[in-house]
C-alpha cells in the first residue's frame, strides 16, 4: 500500500495515498481499533447536510469566500450522493463527543474541494477546520447531526413502515368482525370476542404509537448548531444558528429551529430520550402483537391453533413437518435489542458533565439502529405474516363453544352465584352448559338461548 505524509498539531503521521482522510482521522482510526461498530452511514449522509448549510450560510453571513463555499457544497453533493463512500472508517468507540468523526469529514471535503479547487486557474487550499468546520464546533454539529438523522430517519422509514403495519391489520380487523371467538385474561378462558376486535386492539396500539412518535419529534427539531464549544457561541457570527436551521430545513425537507437555549442543547440528551422511549413503547406494544400472533397460531394441532400464518421456512433440521413462527421471533428478538438500546441511552443521557455530553456517538448508534430495526421489523412482519393471518373457524367454534365463561351470559338474569352453580354443575356431571342450566330450572330453554347468543355477548347489553 502507498502511503502520504499528513501533518496536524501533534506531528507527521502516514495516511493511505488512496483515502482522503487527514491526518486526525488517521490517527483515529489507528488509536480506537475497538469493536466492529462503525459511525452509521445515515450520520455521515447527515454530516454532509450540515456542512453543506455551512458553507452556503458562512459565504451569506461574509465568513467564507465564495470559491471555497462553491468547491465545499460541490463535495458535499458528492458525498450525499455516495461517491465519497469508502473514507469514514472511524469506530463508535471514539471520543465521546464524537470530535474525530467531525474532523474525519472536516478533513474528506476539504481534501477533496481542494482537488475541486485545483482545476481552477487560481488554487488555493481548502483547510478541515478554518473553512469546512467554519462557525461551528464538533460539540454542537453532533448533537445538531443526533437530532436531523433521527428525525429524518423516523420520518422516513420508521413512520411509514409503523403505518403500513397498521393497515394491513385495520383491513384484518374489519375483515374478520364478524367471526365471534373465546377471549382469554390471565391466560385462561374468558368472556367472548370477534377476532376483528381483538386485532382492533393491536390496531389502536399502533394508532397511538404513532400519535405519541409525531409529537416527541418535535421536541428533537430544535438544533444545537450556533453553540459551538459550550454553548456561548464563539467564533460564529450573529445569527449563525437560526440560519443553519434554515438552511437544513430547506436542504431535508424537514422543519427544524434553532435551540433556544445552547447550554441545555450541548449538554442534554432528554430530547433523545424522550423520542426512544417512545420506540420502547412501540417495542412494547410489538411484544404483545407478535407473541399473541405465535399464541393463537400455536399448534397446528396441540396448541391453540386460533389462526393460521404463512408458512414461510421449515423449521426444524430434525422434525419433518415442522413450521415456526419466525416473522414473530425475529420482531420479538429486535425488541429485546430495543429494550437494551434504551438502557444505553437512558445512562449515556445522564451523564452530561457541565458544559457537554461524552457519550454521543454511543448515543446516535443506538438510536439509529432502534429506528432501522423497529422499521424493518415492522415491514417484514407486515409482508411475511400479518397479510396472510387467517381464521381456523372450526377451531375457532369448538374453543367458543367449549368454555364455561359463556355462562356470564346468564349473570344478568339469575346472578352471579346461580350460573357459577350451573357451570360447576356442567363440569361435574359432563353435561353441556344448555343442559345443565336446564336441569335447574332457574332457566327457560328461550331465555337461556337469548341470554347465551354468542352475537349478544361481544357488546354491551
Known amino acids: 500500500m502507498e502511503y502520504r505524509i499528513e501533518k496536524d498539531s501533534i506531528g507527521e503521521i502516514k495516511v493511505p495515498a488512496d483515502k482522503l482522510w487527514g491526518a486526525q482521522t ?7 481499533r475497538i469493536g466492529v461498530e462503525k459511525i452509521p452511514y445515515e450520520l455521515v449522509k447527515v454530516f454532509g447536510v450540515i456542512k453543506k448549510a455551512a458553507a452556503l450560510v458562512n459565504y451569506r453571513l461574509g465568513v467564507l469566500d465564495q470559491r471555497r463555499s462553491d468547491a465545499i457544497v460541490e463535495t458535499c453533493d458528492e458525498l450525499l450522493a455516495g461517491k465519497l463512500d469508502g473514507n469514514f472508517p472511524l469506530a463508535v468507540w471514539q471520543t465521546g463527543s464524537g470530535t474525530q468523526f467531525n474532523m474525519n469529514i472536516n478533513e474528506v471535503i476539504a481534501r477533496r474541494a481542494t482537488q475541486i ?4 486557474p487560481e488554487p488555493i487550499l481548502v483547510h478541515p477546520n478554518d473553512h469546512v468546520n467554519c462557525s461551528q464546533s464538533s460539540n454542537d454539529i453532533f448533537p445538531t447531526a443526533i437530532h436531523v438523522a433521527g428525525v429524518m430517519m423516523a420520518t422516513e422509514k420508521l413512520l411509514p413502515a409503523l403505518i403500513s403495519l397498521k393497515e394491513t391489520l385495520h383491513h384484518k380487523a374489519e375483515e374478520y368482525s364478524q367471526i365471534i371467538k373465546i377471549g382469554r385474561t390471565h391466560l385462561m378462558d374468558a368472556t367472548p370476542l370477534t377476532l376483528g376486535q381483538e386485532i382492533s386492539g393491536w390496531v389502536r396500539m399502533l394508532e397511538r404509537n404513532e400519535e405519541m412518535l409525531s409529537i416527541g419529534l418535535n421536541f ?43 447550554f441545555h442543547a450541548l449538554t442534554s440528551k432528554d430530547e433523545v430520550v424522550v423520542v426512544h422511549g417512545m420506540m420502547k413503547a412501540l417495542a412494547a406494544d410489538l411484544m ?73 456517538p454511543v448515543t446516535v448508534y443506538n438510536l439509529l439502529q432502534s429506528i432501522r430495526l423497529l422499521s424493518d421489523g415492522m415491514n417484514s412482519f407486515s409482508q411475511n405474516c400479518a397479510m396472510g393471518i387467517e381464521p381456523n373457524r372450526e377451531v375457532i367454534d369448538f374453543y367458543l363453544h367449549q368454555s364455561l365463561i359463556l355462562i356470564t351470559g346468564l349473570v344478568p338474569l339469575i346472578g352471579y352465584d346461580k350460573a357459577a352453580e350451573i357451570a360447576k354443575k356442567a363440569v361435574k356431571e359432563r353435561l353441556t352448559l344448555k343442559e345443565s342450566a336446564m336441569s335447574t330450572g332457574w332457566v327457560s330453554e328461550s331465555d337461556y338461548d337469548r341470554y347465551m347468543n354468542p352475537e349478544k355477548l361481544v357488546k354491551p347489553r
Open 26 to 32: 488517521q490517527r483515529s482510526y489507528e488509536n480506537f
Open 117 to 120: 479547487i485545483a482545476k481552477t
Open 220 to 262: 428533537m427539531r430544535d438544533l444545537a448548531m450556533g453553540g459551538t464549544a459550550v454553548g456561548t457561541g464563539i467564533n460564529s457570527p450573529q445569527h449563525f444558528g437560526e440560519l443553519m436551521a434554515e438552511e437544513i430545513s430547506r436542504l431535508t425537507g424537514e422543519a427544524f429551529r434553532t435551540a433556544p437555549n445552547k
Open 288 to 360: 404483545k402483537i407478535a407473541n399473541d400472533v405465535r399464541w393463537l397460531a400455536s399448534g397446528p394441532r396441540c396448541g391453540i391453533g386460533e389462526i393460521k400464518i404463512p408458512e414461510n421456512e421449515p423449521g426444524s433440521s430434525i422434525m419433518p413437518s415442522k413450521v415456526n413462527p419466525t416473522q414473530s421471533e425475529a420482531l420479538t428478538m429486535i425488541v429485546a435489542q430495543v429494550f437494551g438500546n434504551d438502557t444505553t441511552i437512558s445512562f449515556a443521557a445522564s451523564q452530561g458533565n457541565f458544559q457537554l455530553n461524552v457519550f454521543m
